[in-house]
């Protein structure tokens, strides 16, 4: 079955500093997805990747995916307080199976 | 304009208590499922409906159903919980295998502990 693994676990940045989390994945992406949760809440749609070498932002947030090396980075530039939070990549398996998730990186912004 | 609701947000139990969890929908989605979330660990899926099709994962323990009674509304009922179900249970829906894509929306999760 298919793993992700995201690292780092946790980060902890100042405030206006610039942050990269990875998502690697033990198998082909066939789509990554970013979420993100806030503490006790459920997971709010970031962004969809899904073809190699794609590229999209939100705001501060920018995410690609390298498809040869089966992983995604989330970007954010100047970080706010407001991007505090658990950030979590998903992924399709192949034959259209329901979203596998990694354990999340726990991002703190402190001022 | 919440989307997918869940209720109750916080549930307790007794061990060996059956509970139930809700999740419905304004979306009109295909597809409904269930995760189970511990602390610091990925969303594990449970079971998802497609329609009225169920999936269950291999390794979803008996003690977890689910019920769909129509489109709108999906039930993860816990027979007889233990406490090693305590967790943040989510519900999530999505339009259904349409060429992959498989964006899911995500309702706010119940947060079940069991004492």
């Known amino acids: 079955s298919q793993e992700l693994e995201q690292s780092p676990q946790s980060l902890i940045v100042q405030e206006g500093k610039n942050l990269t989390i990875n998502c690697t994945s033990s198998?082909?992406?066939?789509?990554l997805y970013w979420y993100k949760q806030k503490y006790g809440e459920g997971l709010i749609f970031l962004m969809m990747?899904?073809?190699?070498?794609e590229e999209k932002s939100h705001e501060k947030i920018t995410a690609k995916l390298d498809e040869k090396k089966q992983q995604s980075s989330l970007h954010i530039t100047a970080s706010q307080p407001s991007h505090a939070g658990i950030y979590l990549c998903g992924a399709e398996g192949s034959g259209n199976t329901p979203l596998v998730f990694g354990k999340g990186t726990r991002l703190s912004v402190i001022a | 304009d919440a989307m997918v609701i869940q209720n109750p947000r916080y549930q307790v139990t007794q061990f060996g208590k059956p509970v139930t969890l809700s999740c419905s929908q304004t979306l009109n989605h295909n597809v409904m499922y269930w995760y189970q979330q511990k602390s610091s660990q990925a969303p594990k899926l449970l079971f998802h409906?497609?329609?009225?099709?169920?999936?269950n994962e291999a390794d979803t323990p008996d003690n977890f159903q689910s019920r769909r009674p129509n489109t709108s509304f999906c039930f993860l009922d816990i027979r007889s919980p233990g406490l090693g179900d305590a967790a943040m249970y989510l519900c999530?829906?999505?339009?259904?295998?349409?060429?992959?894509?498989?964006?899911?929306?995500f309702g706010s999760g119940t947060q079940l502990s069991v004492l």
């Open positions: 990747l899904q073809k190699g070498g």
């Open positions: 409906y497609y329609d009225k099709d169920f999936n």
């Open positions: 999530a829906t999505s339009r259904g295998y349409e060429g992959g894509n498989e964006k899911l929306f």
């Open positions: 198998k082909t992406l066939y789509g």
